[in-house]
C-alpha cells in the first residue's frame, strides 16, 4: 500500500511537471524561437503557448523592440588625407527573429562593423570641409548603405545617427596653427597695404607741394621782373629812386646774412650810397 502511494505520488509530480513545462508564457515585446530535437521548430509570439516538454526547448529569447546599437568612436581619413573622429549610434528592429538567430552569429556586433566600415568609405570620398557640413548626407547614405545588408538577417535599419564628428587632436592642432598663420598673413598684406597706401599719398603730396612752389616761384619771379621793369621806367633818367631800390634790397640781404646761424662777422661797407651807384653804374654800362 505504502508502495502504490509513493508511486502515485511520484507520477502525479511527474506530471504536474511535464504540464509546467509544456506550458510557456511570452511576454509583449518577445518572440521565443523553438527548437525540437536540436532544430528550429516554431516561433513562440507573446502570449501563453504549448510546447512538447523534454523534446522542445527555447532556443533563443529575441526582443522585438526597438534595439539601441553604439558605434565605438574611430578614425576616418578623408579625400584630402584629413583625419577625423566620428561615433554613431544606430536603431535596429529585429523584423523577422528565425534569421536574425540563425543568420549570423551576433547582428549587434555584425552591424557595428557595417556601419564603421561604410562610415569610412563614404567619409573617404569627401574633403575635411565637405565631411563637416554635411552630417545629413553622411547619416542618409549609410543608413542607404545597410538596410539591404541587415535584410538578410532579419533586421531592419530605422535610423543611423551621427553623434559627433570632428577633427582629431594633432589634425585640430594643425587647423589652428594654419588658422593663426592665416591670420597673420592677413594682418601683414592689411599693413602693408597700407604703409602703400600711405606711401603714394605722401609722394603725391610731396609732388603736389612741388608743383605749387614752383609755381610761387615763377609768380614771384615775374612779379619781380615787373616791379623792376615799372621801377626802371619810372626811374628813367632820375637817379635817386632807383639808388633807393636798390639800397633797400642791399640792406635786406645783409640783415638776412647777420640773422643766419652760421654767420659770424659781417662787413658793411663805409659808403653804401657809393656802393649802390657804383653798383648803378656797372648796370648802366650793361644795359647799354
Not at 183 to 190: D, G, N, S, Y
Not at 225 to 232: D, P, S
Amino acid at each position: 500500500m505504502n508502495g502504490s502511494l509513493v508511486f502515485v505520488l511520484v507520477l502525479a509530480f511527474f506530471v504536474i511537471v511535464t504540464i509546467l513545462r509544456s506550458i510557456r508564457i511570452v511576454p509583449q515585446g518577445e518572440e521565443w524561437i523553438i527548437e525540437r530535437l536540436g532544430k528550429y521548430d516554431s516561433t513562440f509570439p507573446p502570449g501563453l503557448n504549448i510546447m512538447i516538454p523534454y523534446i522542445d526547448r527555447v532556443a533563443r529569447r529575441v526582443t522585438t523592440k526597438d534595439v539601441m546599437l553604439d558605434v565605438p568612436q574611430q578614425e576616418v581619413i578623408t579625400k584630402d588625407n584629413a583625419v577625423l573622429v566620428v561615433n554613431a549610434i544606430a536603431f535596429i528592429k529585429i523584423t523577422n527573429p528565425v534569421k536574425a538567430v540563425y543568420g549570423i552569429v551576433d547582428f549587434g556586433d555584425a552591424i557595428r562593423n557595417l556601419i564603421m566600415t561604410t562610415l569610412r568609405s563614404i567619409i573617404g570620398e569627401m574633403e575635411l570641409d565637405q565631411a563637416l557640413s554635411s552630417r545629413d548626407k553622411i547619416k542618409a547614405r549609410l543608413r542607404e548603405s545597410i538596410a539591404e545588408e541587415v535584410l538578410d538577417w532579419g533586421l531592419t535599419a530605422k535610423s543611423v545617427e551621427i553623434q559627433d564628428i570632428k577633427p582629431s587632436p594633432s589634425m585640430q592642432k594643425a587647423m589652428e596653427l594654419q588658422a593663426a598663420a592665416e591670420r597673420e598673413r592677413k594682418a601683414a598684406v592689411t599693413k602693408a597695404e597700407g604703409e602703400k597706401q600711405a606711401a603714394i599719398l605722401q609722394a603725391e603730396a610731396r609732388l603736389e607741394s612741388a608743383k605749387r612752389d614752383a609755381e610761387a616761384q615763377v609768380t614771384l619771379a615775374e612779379g619781380s621782373a615787373q616791379a623792376i621793369q615799372k621801377v626802371m621806367a619810372a626811374a628813367t633818367g632820375a637817379e635817386t629812386p632807383l639808388l633807393y631800390l636798390l639800397g633797400e634790397k642791399y640792406i635786406k640781404a645783409i640783415t638776412q646774412m647777420a640773422d643766419s646761424p652760421n654767420a659770424k662777422v659781417v662787413v658793411l661797407p663805409a659808403d653804401i650810397q657809393e656802393t649802390v651807384r657804383g653798383v648803378m653804374g656797372r648796370f648802366g654800362k650793361n644795359a647799354a
